[in-house]
């Protein structure tokens, strides 16, 4: 083997090998002998007899389920008559007596091959005939397996005026036969040569400039081969081998983009970079409708379209570029956060990718200009391609603006996931670049509190409070609590030393769970790490970041210190670091929340106004749709509210997108705001300034149309071919690099990224599904297979985590399978997870995109994707596969979000109706709201009524045009019957969140059933 062979080179053969292995298990090409029927055992290349397909009560699913043909759609060159050669290839199985067999324990015996021509004319006048029978028949024959019969069917049909050939293999042996046990075609194959055909145009896509909708040939229950004579083939699986990215397509050089150039000197690489895309425009743009006249109407306006959208991008940089010159403070920190993000990265990586830099310089000038609040600006990128990193920057640069123009507190970004369940990897990422930012602060002696992160998830995973006593009856937790503190770690390893030390503490005196390093070198020099995740130490100390999952926007409607997300708190407790403090209650007669505190407040340090958030960071934009979706478009409108009547700056929006499919419409539903989103696209498919397909392979995907069998056999089957395969690697390294094709100095590496295995499903019952049958129906002795889901537990997560990125030494105690749900395919990054294993198609194809992108991150991936084949989507999604990936973005369907539902507008009432008294009326009115009494006497001082009422809300929702008369009905009926029970004197009602037909939304997910809805 050549010294010079890479690791990524003996990855990508591996792959190959460990596919071959699939393959041949699957069809049996190795078998000769079998102690079971093959029926039960095979799942790929089997035709069932037509009979069986004809009497089944499953109608046409059974012909997809377990077909009785094969074969191939093609569309000829010139009209009929047609003449063209057909080459089947097949075995069968047959049975021998145990009592007279020389292999009693394996009496299945498999035949040699048949490998039979057949020559195919076809008069399109003609009602065409069978084809090859004889020939077939008596082949079968001469293999031992008299009785099988099988013929090829050429059917002609019509589509568009154009003729169409559909070629079949057809197995029709009688479904029992007196002399064979198996009437099973095994290993089939088709192959048409001879026929000059033209493509087929894919119809599920619209025609673009920019995109080949050419379609070769239709496979019929398989995939196609295109053979070198210009025929075609079958394949069982359909293969694709996507190309990772490269991230500089200039022919200039490459600027010097590293953290510390551009912390040194950031401008002459800035000025090289927005250079070079000028150069861009003009080469690849300039010109390009001149370039192709042939484009028909539409298209040459899609293009004119494109074409304007890249020079905005264009003219967005040099607006950037230009701030960046001549605004000394966005210039230092933006230099500022390129340290802080070389902290975080600890040496894996040293440099920005350039549509990174491209973002940061498009989006940077919302700092100084309050206009560009009105844009939403969505960060599209493939997964895996660093988006996280690149909000994170824009994340840093925000929060050291804030704090070197006086924001000395309060809450910079507000970043939210829909997940219910946030990735830890997510959480320490964040945590190490404000880490970075928070190190580059004290060395730069910027004022201010330290830049610190908070974690706003839900009583589900870390606490809403801590009380002195619990009790039994409530969900609230105390300092004895079980598990406490240990199980509310969020952290893998600490963000500012990187030690692994790090231990959980309630701290009695300042009544904080703190996360501590015990590492005596660590830079920070306090004991606690600035990280937070009890929900009233956020609202106390309003961290620099809230990191957060979605429903906990549900909070400002039912929770008075969310006030601090949203705008300033209303004091700061004279108590040294007790924070801040809101409206008092009972329990809190200061405002201060720490229990039993009766300090004083004083003045808040810094201007009101500077309070709200800067950004809200919006991650997986695509995922909020249908019932979640409108629903978080009336807490998004009440949030920009609240902000405003607290006297902020509205806060920008940043988002990041799998899919452009319908971006506009639904970020004008979300936010009330344009769309805009980058990186542009260029004018080739795949490829624009910022990144083009390179000559690496990214992952290896394969289809399989399981026929005959479960989908969890083959899943079993799939899983424990893979681990042979790995084991016979770690019993003889040498054996098998030989037999791949590999150099054996790469084993161990082989088997460190190649020996784990991922199995995924849509819904946690496949997960607990496959994770039972795997435990009993896999003959890999010594199998460690752990779950990866919304209900895995914070401690099991983080174990997981941690034994996944530091696997033991033996392989044999390592995990080999993860069975995991979409809790994996958000934000979950191991560079050891090459290697899954889809339970059928998942339900959206930006769950797809996304899911298929945790394997292959660092070197070459393999993904096989069972087919649920009984299902209409999978199988044509199969028949169209090679389509699906390559095009995988433009098969992304268009998000279902609207705001204009009755339905969804009584389910959020009641939480804008709290909300506004919480966070806006009870601290006017200087006391406290807190009962009917007083609430009504506020009202009746203030003189507000109802319609008052109704006209701010239908404002703050948007719903005042002519065609969202029926919504404010339904508002002026809503509160029509609140004012009623608000001044009813015989009313039984206590307390004012009880006055509305419903409580406030304890999370955005309240809703009864997720269905669709439209506008």
């Known amino acids: ?233 079958t394949t069982d699986t359909v293969e694709v081998t996507t190309r990772r990215p490269e991230y500089w397509t200039s022919d200039e050089p490459a600027p010097d983009l590293t953290f510390a150039t551009l912390s040194r000197d950031p401008l002459p690489s800035l000025e090289a970079l927005v250079q070079a895309l000028s150069n861009y425009y003009s080469d690849r743009w300039g010109s390009l409708l001149d370039d192709h006249p042939e484009w028909d109407q539409p298209m040459r306006a899609e293009a004119d379209d494109a074409r304007r959208t890249a020079a905005l991008e264009l003219e967005r940089l040099q607006r950037g570029l230009e701030l960046l010159s001549t605004d000394e403070t966005v210039r230092r920190a933006f230099q500022l956060m390129n340290d802080a993000i070389a902290h975080s990265a600890a040496g894996k990586y040293d440099s920005w990718r350039p549509f990174q830099v491209g973002f940061l310089l498009g989006a940077i000038t919302f700092l100084v200009d309050d206009g560009e609040a009105a844009v939403v600006d969505t960060v599209w990128f493939a997964t895996g391609g660093g988006k996280t990193e690149t909000y994170l920057g824009l994340l840093v640069t925000a929060a050291l603006h804030d704090r070197m123009t006086g924001k000395t507190s309060g809450v910079t970004a507000w970043s939210r996931f829909p997940l219910r369940l946030l990735s830890l990897q997510q959480t320490q990422r964040f945590a190490d670049a404000l880490a970075g930012a928070e190190l580059v602060r004290r060395r730069e002696r910027i004022k201010g509190a330290p830049i610190s992160l908070g974690f706003l998830v839900g009583s589900s ?332 537990d914070f401690d099991e997560v983080r174990a997981i985590l941690e034994r996944l990125e530091h696997p033991e030494g033996d392989f044999y105690e390592r995990i080999h399978i993860v069975a995991a749900s979409s809790m994996l395919s958000h934000g979950v990054d191991v560079a050891r997870l090459n290697v899954m294993v889809m339970l059928g198609l998942p339900l959206s194809t930006a769950e797809f995109i996304q899911t298929t992108a945790r394997v292959g991150r660092t070197f070459p991936g393999l993904v096989y994707v069972l087919h649920k084949i009984g299902r209409e989507r999978d199988a044509a999604i199969f028949r169209q596969f090679n389509q699906y990936v390559t095009h995988g973005d433009r098969f992304v369907e268009a998000v279902p979000v609207t705001r204009r539902s009755r339905r969804v507008l009584r389910l959020t009432m009641p939480g804008i109706v709290e909300a506004r008294r919480l966070a806006v009326m009870e601290p006017a009115s200087r006391g406290r709201l807190t009962t009917i009494t007083a609430l009504r006497r506020y009202f009746d001082d203030a003189g507000i009524g109802a319609a008052d009422q109704t006209t701010a809300i239908a404002s703050l929702l948007g719903f005042d045009g002519p065609i969202d008369e029926t919504l404010r009905e339904e508002i002026s009926r809503w509160l029509d019957n609140w004012f009623a029970n608000l001044n009813d004197p015989a009313g039984t009602r206590t307390w004012p969140n009880e006055l509305g037909a419903s409580a406030p939304m304890t999370s955005l997910r309240d809703v009864e059933v997720s269905v669709p809805i439209h506008d």
Not at 89 to 106: F, G, H, I, L, V
């Open 1 to 233: 083997m050549s010294d010079s062979q890479t690791f990524t080179d003996a990855a990508t053969r591996f792959t190959a090998w460990l596919d071959r292995q699939v393959t041949v298990a699957g069809r049996g090409d190795d078998t000769d002998r079998l102690a079971v029927a093959p029926a039960s055992t095979f799942w790929m290349g089997r035709l069932a007899t037509e009979e069986e397909v004809m009497n089944s009560a499953l109608g046409q699913r059974a012909e997809r389920l377990e077909p009785c043909a094969i074969g191939l759609r093609l569309r000829p060159a010139a009209a009929g008559p047609w003449h063209f050669n057909v080459r089947v290839q097949a075995r069968a199985w047959t049975y021998e007596d145990p009592k007279t067999s020389p292999d009693p324990n394996r009496p299945w015996v498999r035949s040699a091959g048949i490998d039979v021509p057949v020559t195919v004319d076809i008069n399109p006048a003609l009602t065409p005939l069978p084809f090859g029978a004889e020939a077939l028949r008596n082949a079968f024959a001469r293999v031992g397996a008299t009785g099988l019969a099988a013929e090829i069917r050429v059917d002609v049909e019509t589509w568009n005026g154009a003729p169409e050939l559909v070629v079949q293999l057809v197995n029709n042996s009688p479904a029992q036969h007196a002399q064979l046990e198996d009437t099973h075609l095994y290993e089939t194959a088709l192959q048409v040569t001879g026929l000059a055909t033209v493509p087929f145009e894919l119809e599920a896509l619209p025609d673009s400039f920019r995109y080949d909708r050419e379609v070769p040939a239709y496979g019929i229950n398989v995939g196609v081969a295109l053979l070198g004579d210009g025929g075609f083939g």
């Open 461 to 792: 995973s870390t606490p809403n409070r801590i009380v002195k006593m619990a009790r039994p009856e409530t969900a609230d937790l105390d300092p004895d609590s079980p598990g406490m503190p240990d199980r509310f770690q969020i952290l893998m390893h600490c963000p500012f030393c990187r030690s692994s030390k790090v231990e959980m503490h309630f701290d009695r005196l300042l009544w904080r769970l703190t996360h501590r390093c015990s590492n005596p070198d660590c830079p920070l020099p306090e004991p606690a790490l600035p990280v937070y995740v009890v929900d009233s130490e956020l609202y106390r100390y309003l961290p620099t970041v809230v990191l957060g999952t979605l429903d906990k926007a549900a909070s400002v409607g039912m929770q008075a210190a969310m006030r601090g997300l949203v705008g300033p708190p209303i004091a700061l407790c004279n108590e040294a670091q007790h924070g801040y403090t809101y409206t008092p209650r009972s329990a809190t007669p200061t405002g201060c929340l720490v229990p039993d505190c009766n300090a004083g407040v004083r003045p808040l340090p810094m201007p009101a106004n500077r309070y709200a958030p800067t950004l809200r960071l919006q991650d997986e934009l695509h995922l909020l749709r249908d019932s979640l979706g409108a629903v978080d478009s009336h807490y998004e409108s009440l949030l920009d509210h609240l902000q405003h009547e607290l006297g902020n700056r509205p806060a920008k929006i940043v988002a990041s997108s799998a899919t452009l499919t319908g971006h506009d419409h639904q970020v004008e539903v979300l936010y009330r705001r344009s769309g805009r989103v980058f990186p542009t696209q260029g004018p080739e498919a795949g490829g624009s300034f910022w990144t083009r397909a390179g000559e690496m392979p990214l992952r290896r995907f394969v289809a399989v149309a399981p026929r005959g069998v479960t989908l969890d056999h083959v899943s079993d089957r799939t899983l424990d071919v893979l681990q042979i395969a790995v084991r016979r690697l770690a019993r003889d390294p040498g054996a098998i690099c030989a037999e791949a094709g590999v150099d054996p100095v790469h084993a161990e590496q082989l088997l460190s990224y190649y020996g784990t295995d991922v199995v995924y499903g849509s819904t946690l019952y496949d997960v607990e599904a496959a994770t039972r049958s795997l435990t009993s129906n896999t003959s890999s002795q010594g199998l460690q297979a752990v779950q990866l889901t919304g209900g895995t």
